[in-house]
T-cell receptor, first 115, second 111 residues
Framework: AAGVIQSPRHLIKEKRETATLKCYPIPRHDTVYWYQQGPGQDPQFLISFYEKMQSDKGSIPDRFSAQQFSDYHSELNMSSLELGDSALYFC??????????????FGPGTRLTVT | QKEVEQDPGPLSVPEGAIVSLNCTYSNSAFQYFMWYRQYSRKGPELLMYTYSSGNKEDGRFTAQVDKSSKYISLFIRDSQPSDSATYLCAMRPAAGNKLTFGGGTRVLVKP
């Protein structure tokens, strides 16, 4: 079965640079979520989108922005990168259709290293 | 104090033993409960989800929810070395999409 696709899988950036992470949800899933997982930590919710509109917002820094496009893929844009932004960034998707909308399926993650 | 507490482990068991994992939470608004398995450097994989208090069984996995005690559990029967991973509980309220995770418990099943 198709899964959530994230690109790139690994990204190395320097401080103050910008980064763009991409997420392609499972086909027919209309909701996308972004999580940040620091070393040895649990995933922290950043932001989510449903039908291209922001649906919920967590602890996302003002330096970060995200959007969902008409094909339902999403991009997380990160500017003025800091060393503390080094983490695994996960995208998850779900579908509001049917009863299983609360099941969030995670992608493999993008490992961002800021040097 | 975190909204969801989970013993970080590590929890080491011999192959074939029952693995018992649990989480406690403080937010009574949480209504949906999930268990994820995460292998090193991989994304969390959804194992089980429950809504109501009680038991739910799926193969070797049993999830329990006790909303009155704000306590959830996951049991893994006949554990295998391939079950060695970090297990994360997660939960969310009825409204909204945000999942709140426990810190994860690292499990090691020894052959």
């Amino acid at each position: 079965a198709a899964g959530v696709i994230q690109s790139p899988r690994h990204l190395i950036k320097e401080k103050r640079e910008t980064a763009t992470l991409k997420c392609y949800p499972i086909p027919r899933h209309d909701t996308v979520y972004w999580y940040q997982q620091g070393p040895g930590q649990d995933p922290q919710f950043l932001i989510s989108f449903y039908e291209k509109m922001q649906s919920d917002k967590g602890s996302i820094p003002d330096r970060f922005s995200a959007q969902q496009f008409s094909d339902y893929h999403s991009e997380l844009n990160m500017s003025s990168l800091e060393l503390g932004d080094s983490a695994l960034y996960f995208c998850a998707s779900s579908s509001l259709a049917g009863l299983a909308y609360y099941e969030q399926y995670f992608g493999p993650g993008t490992r961002l290293t800021v040097t | 104090q975190k909204e969801v507490e989970q013993d970080p482990g590590p929890l080491s068991v011999p192959e074939g033993a029952i693995v018992s994992l649990n989480c406690t939470y403080s937010n009574s608004a949480f209504q949906y409960f999930m268990w994820y398995r995460q292998y090193s450097r991989k994304g969390p994989e959804l194992l089980m989800y429950t809504y109501s208090s009680g038991n739910k069984e799926d193969g070797r996995f049993t999830a329990q929810v006790d909303k009155s005690s704000k306590y959830i559990s996951l049991f893994i029967r006949d554990s295998q070395p391939s079950d060695s991973a970090t297990y994360l509980c997660a939960m969310r309220p009825a409204a909204g999409n945000k999942l709140t995770f426990g810190g994860g418990t690292r499990v090691l099943v020894k052959p």
